[in-house]
């Protein structure tokens, strides 16, 4: 049944390829129809398990993090596209396995989304667990928040190796306050944080909202924390004791190319799960050096002289520590690009708890701040957003691949734009980048694109 199995998704695989067609949905949605068995049954023969990464902002870097840190010594199976439902590890499985059915691989990562995360381990029992973080996303989805972090709850239950959990957000804390160490299936709780110095770089979502601080109460001491960070890099110690205080901490300063201080953040995540393998932390550490920026987050495309930054947003916490690029990378374009569609979460309305002003200063045509563009399902919405924030709005085209090539073509040559995408709008725009940058001079991205 098993290589029936494989056979059917890598047929349909092979189609959508053939068809010009990306995703990565589509095979793992019929196998998981026909044989509903396969998944669990297949991953069993892993000798060191599965990895499970969940929360609502950083997973699909952190999965390509953590899965670059396991491969300096294990073969890692995982799905660091973005197909974040259990669909899509089924299709990254079918993928990795051979025609005979063989699955090659020592270790599975998966990024999980927060609903499917329950999902999967009601089938597959996790030897790990990475919980990121708890902020407001897709109301629309989920629910209020306290109803993201019982789901998370239930994924960290399921673990049966380790749990790593980010010291730093309270809703994250209070589930390894509940589970205890170790958990009731043995897993051992690690924990993750940054310095006293950095905590503000990193909201917790009443923090975004009220400007309170909340206590992270009994969480335990860090194995893993980001120490600084800043043009050099991050600096990450790990720790089997206490990563703050421990004099004998191994400490590295790693210049990450996926850039931004929420991925220095993820970094530690990422090192903190990978501390409980045998693994040595020198080889963690060239790991998150060699990767490069996922699928879509931060990746960069040459086209036409000029450089174009694609970012995904989706929610005021992530939307606002992208906009740190316009501060860091002074662009001439910045396109925003909304859509409403499923995966992106129907209600918009969580644009209003982004504060535009504080990031895009000094806008429009006649200012030395960069031209705003606004395109998408939702282009003409996101232009009020920005009117109210008395953010200039320079073009409303509601078609992505016109918004973003009028950007390019009034960026100054060597000129940069930065893209800020929903979900499916960064699918497209992706896909026109591509055809753009090769149609251009032949250069394709500068980052790695699959």
Same mark, same amino acid.
């Given at each position: 049944?098993?290589?029936?199995?494989?056979?059917?998704?890598?047929?349909?695989l092979?189609?959508?390829?053939?068809?010009?067609?990306?995703?990565?949905?589509?095979?793992?949605?019929?196998?998981?129809?026909?044989?509903?068995?396969?998944?669990?049954r297949?991953?069993?023969?892993?000798?060191?398990?599965?990895?499970?990464?969940?929360?609502?902002?950083?997973?699909?870097?952190?999965?390509?993090?953590?899965?670059?840190?396991?491969?300096?010594?294990?073969?890692?199976?995982?799905?660091?596209?973005?197909?974040?439902?259990?669909?899509?590890?089924?299709?990254?499985?079918?993928?990795?396995?051979?025609?005979?059915?063989?699955?090659?691989?020592?270790?599975?990562?998966f990024?999980l989304?927060?609903?499917h995360a329950?999902?999967f381990?009601?089938?597959?029992?996790?030897?790990?667990?990475?919980?990121?973080?708890?902020?407001?996303?897709?109301?629309?989805?989920?629910?209020?928040?306290?109803?993201?972090?019982?789901?998370?709850?239930?994924?960290?239950?399921?673990?049966?190796?380790?749990?790593?959990?980010?010291?730093?957000?309270?809703?994250?804390?209070?589930?390894?306050?509940?589970?205890?160490?170790?958990?009731?299936?043995?897993?051992?709780?690690?924990?993750?944080?940054?310095?006293?110095?950095?905590?503000?770089?990193?909201?917790?979502?009443?923090?975004?909202?009220?400007?309170?601080?909340?206590?992270?109460?009994?969480?335990?001491?860090?194995?893993?924390?980001?120490?600084?960070?800043?043009?050099?890099?991050?600096?990450?110690?790990?720790?089997?004791?206490?990563?703050?205080?421990?004099?004998?901490?191994?400490? +590295?300063?790693?210049?990450?190319? $996926?850039?931004?201080a929420?991925? %220095?953040?993820? *970094? #530690?995540? @990422? /090192?903190?799960?990978?501390?409980?393998?045998?693994?040595?932390?020198?080889?963690?550490?060239?790991?998150?050096?060699?990767?490069?920026?996922?699928?879509?987050?931060?990746?960069?495309?040459?086209?036409?002289?000029?450089?174009?930054?694609?970012?995904?947003?989706?929610?005021?916490?992530?939307?606002?520590?992208?906009?740190?690029?316009?501060?860091?990378?002074?662009?001439?374009?910045?396109?925003?690009?909304?859509?409403?569609?499923?995966?992106?979460?129907?209600?918009?309305?969580?644009?209003?708890?982004?504060?535009?002003?504080?990031?895009?200063?000094?806008?429009?045509?006649?200012?030395?701040?960069?031209?705003?563009?606004?395109?998408?399902?939702?282009?003409?919405?996101?232009?009020?957003?920005?009117?109210?924030?008395?953010?200039?709005v320079? +073009?409303?085209?509601?078609?992505? $691949?016109?918004?973003?090539?009028? %950007?390019?073509? *009034? #960026?100054? @040559? /060597?000129?940069?734009?930065?893209?800020?995408?929903?979900?499916?709008?960064?699918?497209?725009?992706?896909?026109?980048?591509?055809?753009?940058?090769?149609?251009?001079?032949?250069?394709?991205?500068?980052?790695?694109?699959?």
């Amino acid at each position: 049944m098993a290589v029936l199995a494989v056979w059917v998704g890598k047929i349909v695989l092979m189609a959508l390829r053939l068809g010009g067609r990306s995703g990565n949905a589509l095979p793992g949605l019929i196998v998981e129809k026909l044989f509903p068995r396969y998944l669990p049954r297949a991953l069993a023969r892993l000798p060191h398990g599965v990895v499970v990464v969940s929360g609502t902002n950083g997973k699909t870097t952190t999965t390509k993090m953590l899965a670059a840190a396991l491969a300096q010594k294990f073969t890692v199976l995982t799905n660091d596209t973005g197909s974040n439902f259990v669909r899509g590890a089924i299709t990254a499985t079918v993928d990795a396995s051979s025609w005979t059915g063989r699955l090659r691989a020592d270790v599975a990562v998966f990024e999980l989304d927060e609903a499917h995360a329950v999902r999967f381990v009601e089938v597959v029992a996790p030897q790990r667990v990475l919980l990121l973080n708890v902020m407001r996303d897709q109301l629309d989805r989920f629910g209020e928040i306290d109803t993201t972090a019982r789901l998370l709850r239930t994924v960290a239950q399921a673990a049966t190796v380790a749990v790593a959990l980010n010291r730093d957000d309270p809703r994250i804390a209070a589930i390894g306050t509940d589970l205890g160490t170790p958990n009731r299936l043995g897993a051992e709780v690690v924990w993750f944080g940054v310095a006293p110095a950095l905590r503000g770089l990193f909201p917790t979502d009443e923090e975004l909202y009220s400007g309170a601080q909340p206590d992270p109460g009994s969480a335990g001491p860090v194995q893993a924390q980001l120490r600084d960070w800043g043009a050099g890099g991050a600096t990450i110690a790990l720790s089997p004791g206490d990563a703050a205080t421990d004099p004998d901490a191994s400490v +590295d300063t790693i210049a990450l190319r $996926a850039g931004g201080a929420h991925n %220095a953040q993820n *970094a #530690a995540a @990422a /090192a903190a799960i990978a501390a409980t393998f045998d693994l040595a932390p020198d080889l963690i550490f060239a790991g998150l050096r060699a990767v490069e920026p996922a699928f879509g987050r931060g990746q960069s495309f040459t086209i036409d002289g000029r450089t174009v930054a694609l970012h995904l947003v989706k929610n005021p916490a992530g939307f606002r520590q992208s906009l740190r690029a316009v501060e860091g990378e002074a662009p001439d374009e910045v396109v925003i690009a909304i859509n409403d569609d499923y995966a992106d979460g129907r209600d918009v309305s969580w644009l209003w708890d982004v504060d535009f002003a504080a990031h895009l200063p000094g806008t429009g045509t006649d200012s030395s701040g960069p031209a705003v563009r606004t395109t998408g399902v939702r282009a003409a919405d996101m232009a009020v957003r920005l009117r109210y924030d008395d953010v200039p709005v320079a +073009d409303i085209q509601p078609a992505l $691949a016109l918004a973003v090539d009028a %950007a390019i073509a *009034a #960026a100054p @040559a /060597a000129g940069r734009v930065l893209v800020f995408a929903t979900y499916t709008a960064m699918w497209s725009l992706h896909e026109h980048l591509v055809d753009a940058a090769a149609a251009s001079d032949g250069d394709g991205p500068k980052e790695a694109t699959r």
